[in-house]
C-alpha cells in the first residue's frame, strides 16, 4: 500500500501563500492520478485540484486562478501552491492517489489556518 505524507501546512494571514508538497513511496505515483482535497469543520471533504499522471490538470472553482498543482515524478512528489489565502481555505488538506488500477491511497492530511 503506497504511503502519502503531506507536509506543509500552517497558520498564515489572510492574503498570503503556502506551498503544500505531499510525498509517495511507491513509483505507482508516476502512473496515477494526484490530487490534493480538503475538509472544513463540520463540512464534507472536496475536491480542490487534480493532476494525472500526464499533467492535465483540473481545479475547483474556489481553486482557480489561485492554486496550481504540479508534480515532480523523480521525486515521487505533489505540490498545491497556494496564494491569496481566504479565511474559507481554512481546512485539513489531504493528498490522494488513484492508481492505474483504481487503487486510491489518502494521507494523514496537513491543517491550513487563514487568519483574517
Known amino acids: 500500500q503506497v504511503q502519502l505524507v503531506e507536509s506543509g501546512g500552517g497558520l498564515v494571514q489572510a492574503g498570503g501563500s503556502l506551498r503544500l508538497s505531499c510525498a509517495a513511496s511507491d513509483r505507482i505515483f508516476e502512473s496515477s492520478t494526484m490530487g490534493w482535497y480538503r475538509q472544513a469543520p463540520q463540512k464534507q471533504r472536496e475536491m480542490v485540484a487534480i493532476?494525472?499522471?500526464?499533467?492535465?490538470?483540473m481545479y475547483a472553482d474556489a481553486a482557480k486562478g489561485r492554486f496550481t498543482i504540479s508534480r515532480d515524478n523523480a521525486r515521487n512528489m505533489v505540490y498545491l501552491q497556494m496564494s491569496s489565502l481566504e479565511p474559507e481555505d481554512t481546512a485539513y488538506y489531504y493528498c490522494?492517489?488513484?492508481?492505474?488500477?483504481?487503487?486510491?491511497?489518502w494521507g494523514r492530511g496537513t491543517q491550513v489556518t487563514v487568519s483574517s
Open positions: 490522494n492517489l488513484v492508481s492505474p488500477g483504481r487503487a486510491v491511497a
Open positions: 493532476i494525472t499522471s500526464s499533467g492535465l490538470t
